[in-house]
């Protein structure tokens, strides 16, 4: 039987959550809340039940799964009340802005018993997906280092996005997705972290920023989100042992290179600018293969379909509460590490 699903905040995201409950095979749309009259009337149109008031959802017992979609500064408030009122709980991202608050939400879920997770839809994203592939079949050996990249040319949305107090900023907004990749990608201790952030359209709040994690065995992920970027540098690189991969963007296949013996036995010489170099001259076929990565399958609402065996106790929760908080711990070293100028030492 469906499990019934209440949105609370019916904007951008909360109207995905509602789409995508509208369309699910294990949630049905219960109804949606939001503090905007505007909003409820766009979803009574669509014909959505609405409620009054946050305290009427906390009185519905069968609203048995409460999404949380609205801006970061009232996560924790709203969060720990629907916990304290018997209900399963998903937050949108990021949860909190600080770790601190975060582990009170979290004590807030373990005296309720009931689940709480964070919803990281973009464990799913196919690009991420491809290199999670590449790394786990050891095609082209042991990772060195990993780059991932989002450019795009239009600045912070005009809306809580642009404003500190609400949790705004391109480390808040997109960093918390792509450390969270990054974490899954390389599932190592982080020994330093190193950040500087943009403000190239906006003084209030980062536009964009470059953040450098060292892991503990060596290996190192170089994260950049830029909002005034009109050439966007490639999606993901990957430096392997054996080779290399490449997504240009997210609607490509991964690109990769398998090195298939590391000397040539005569290397030409290529002209570049005014000189000859032997150093970067191309690879030829014999040793070196190049080919695409079959494009990996995936559906979004698998997410929901795990929620909710997690709550009937059938499976393991995906988005795991110590997992998020790594993330939140991150992006504290981050923000501390641009304020400072300096790296940051930590174990997360």
């Known amino acids: 039987m469906k499990k019934n ?7 951008g995201q909360g109207g995905w959550h509602a789409d995508h409950a509208l369309k699910s095979d294990v949630v049905t749309l219960r109804g949606v809340y939001d503090v905007k ?3 409820l009337d766009l979803a009574r149109s669509k014909g959505i039940f609405t409620y009054g008031s946050l305290d009427e959802i906390c009185a519905d017992k069968e ?5 949380v979609a609205t801006p970061n500064d009232v996560h924790k408030e709203i969060v720990c009340r629907l916990l304290e009122t ?13 770790v601190a608050a975060f582990d009170e939400m979290c004590a807030a879920a373990e005296r309720s018993g009931k689940l709480f997770t964070v919803h990281q839809n973009r464990r799913w994203d196919v690009d991420y997906l491809a290199i999670k592939e590449i790394i786990e079949s050891g095609k082209i050996g042991e990772t060195v280092s990993i780059e991932s990249r989002i450019h795009g040319s239009r600045g912070i949305p005009s809306d809580w996005r642009c404003h500190k107090p609400y949790g705004g900023g391109m480390m808040l907004d997109w960093g918390v997705h792509l450390i969270d990749q990054m974490l899954n990608l390389i599932p190592e201790t982080v020994t330093r972290v190193y950040s500087e952030m943009t403000n190239i359209t906006t003084d ?7 953040l450098l994690l060292t892991f503990a065995s060596g290996k190192r992920a170089f994260i950049e989100v830029g909002t005034y970027n009109f ?5 993901f690189y990957m430096q392997s042992r054996k080779g290399s991969a490449i997504i240009e963007d997210w609607r490509k296949n991964a690109h990769v290179a398998l090195c298939k013996a590391w000397h040539e036995s005569d290397v030409v010489p290529v002209q570049t600018a005014a000189g000859i170099t032997k150093t970067m001259a191309p690879r030829d076929s014999v040793t070196l293969d190049e080919f695409d990565w079959t494009r990996p399958v995936s559906d979004v609402h698998d997410y929901y379909r795990n929620l909710v065996l997690a709550i009937d106790g059938k499976a393991e929760i995906i988005v795991k509460l110590p ?19 300096n790296a940051v030492s930590v174990e997360i």
């Open 323 to 341: 997992e998020v908080r790594r993330v939140l711990s991150v992006m504290e070293a981050a923000f501390l590490s641009h304020e400072s100028k």
């Open 86 to 98: 018997g209900h399963n709980v998903v937050c949108e991202k990021p949860v909190e802005m600080t």
């Open 37 to 39: 009259p505007e909003r």
């Open 63 to 67: 609203a048995e799964i409460v999404v």
């Open 231 to 235: 050439l966007p540098l490639p999606r």
């Open 204 to 210: 209030e709040v980062d536009d964009g920023f470059k």
């Open 5 to 11: 699903v209440v949105v609370v905040g019916y904007g």
